[in-house]
């Protein structure tokens, strides 16, 4: 079993819509909790971080770790073109000054059709 | 000058070579981790260097190696290259628990 599953889509929704990405994690140390925003032939761009359980809210982007679930999304609101990317959750047991590693879930290919 | 830079951008090897890539950090950044990103899938933690000593690694065997300098610029050796080595590099620097700024990562063709 993956440390951190995410199912990769692809995910295609219309432009406007709402969309939800999703990770679940078997791993209770991880306190440290990433999303971030891929593009083609590009390297990973951090968009949200929070810290343990709770929300946090930035334009059009909403993330919400359930530390008791296990369970981490991120909300799209008015989801544009230009969000069409590949989405990765990331997260990290926080031991900074140790093995800061990062742990990423697949990836979930999303495409936002004009 | 703001962001990571890794060269080069793309690379072909031919199995059993040796191959070296290398990264600037974004500055102000001590931490600097490598990733390999297989096609498909999310990047896979290979080691970190936090001011010139390895700090943490995942499961790469010791053909991975790697150093980083007292400018925080870091090197990334894969000896012996397989076919499976065959991905993208990324590098990634930060100065806290958050934050990593990822480069733009080198794409290793091993034939």
């Known amino acids: 079993q993956k440390e951190v599953e995410q199912d990769p889509g692809p995910l295609s929704v219309p432009e406007g819509a709402i969309v939800s990405l999703n990770c679940t994690y078997s791993?209770?140390?991880?306190?440290?909790f990433m999303w971030y925003r891929q593009y083609s032939r590009k390297g990973p761009e951090l968009l949200m971080y929070t810290y343990s359980s709770g929300n946090k809210e930035d334009g059009r982007f909403t993330a919400q770790v359930d530390k008791s679930s296990k369970y981490i999304s991120l909300f799209i609101r008015d989801s544009q073109p230009s969000d069409s990317a590949t989405y990765l959750c990331?997260?990290?047991?926080?031991?900074?000054?140790?093995?800061?590693?990062?742990?990423f879930g697949q990836g979930t290919r999303l495409t936002i059709n004009p | 000058e703001t962001g990571v830079t890794q060269s080069p951008t793309h690379l072909i090897k031919t199995r059993g070579q040796q191959v070296t890539l290398r990264c600037s950090s974004q500055s102000g950044h001590n931490t600097v981790s490598w990733y390999q990103q297989a096609l498909g899938q999310g990047p896979q933690f290979i080691f970190q260097?936090?001011?010139?000593?390895?700090?943490g690694r995942g499961n790469f065997p010791p053909r991975f190696s790697g150093l980083q300098f007292p400018n925080y610029s870091s090197e990334l050796n894969v000896n012996a290259l397989e076919l499976d080595d065959s991905a993208l590099y990324l590098c990634?620097?930060?100065?806290?628990?958050?934050?990593?700024?990822f480069g733009s990562g080198t794409r290793l063709t091993v034939v």
């Open positions: 990634a620097s930060t100065s806290g628990p958050y934050g990593y700024t």
């Open positions: 260097y936090y001011r010139e000593e390895e700090n």
């Open positions: 990331a997260m990290s047991p926080g031991s900074f000054q140790g093995a800061q590693k990062l742990v």
């Open positions: 791993n209770s140390a991880f306190q440290y």
